[in-house]
């Protein structure tokens, strides 16, 4: 009898760790630049029951309190959220359960909460946004009023795969090198190399980004066929 609890026990806790391992999940936003000293995210995410979802700079994370696991969806957001933005608001767009937001990034370093409960069963979309004016360093960016290089390059690569449609058909960019170009009186450069591909054809092309290190926008772009 006792062999048979502890191994009761055994289990249910072996499954407790399962899921507990399931109920947090990661996401990184996608960043496609923005204008002036404003800036905003939007995000969708799945809930059933009730979730938090946390943003920080560029990172995002999701943790199911109850209920199925939550998921993402969507996070697109034309800047980082700053850690010290001037003016901050949260905005609920869809969703049939309540949505509010439990922590202002103003008041917590850079992060914001937001608490997302569902009433019915079953698992449901919610759409919010967080959106914001002013403001400098982000969480894990070096702080400041500089952008993050690696968030320079996730803009310079949304703007290349834009270019490369535009100017030559390619839908299918695979990048094969891309940095900051170190030349003097270059350092608002990225350079790279992207193989695209084009109907049948795949291609090498190189690319260069001009990016204002201080918002994160792209002031110009070119891709060129080698």
Known sequence: MKNQLFLLAVTMMGC?????????????ANI?????????????????DTAEVEVSGAEGRIRTLSGGPSIWRRFQCTSP????????????????????LIRDPRNAGGRAVIRIEDPKGGREGYTFDLEWRGGGGYPGGGGGNHYPVAEAMNVCKNAVRERARQDYGVKDVEFTNINRDDNAGRNDSIVGTFDGRSGRNRDRYSFSCSVNFRNGNVRSVDVRRR
């Open 81 to 100: 959220l700053p850690r010290n933005a001037v003016d901050f608001r949260f905005r609920g767009i869809d969703g049939r359960g309540r949505v509010e």
């Open 32 to 48: 496609t630049g923005g204008g002036g000293d404003s800036g905003k995210c939007t995000i969708e995410v799945e809930v059933d």
């Open 16 to 28: 407790a760790l399962q899921g507990s391992a399931e109920s947090v999940q990661a996401f990184r």
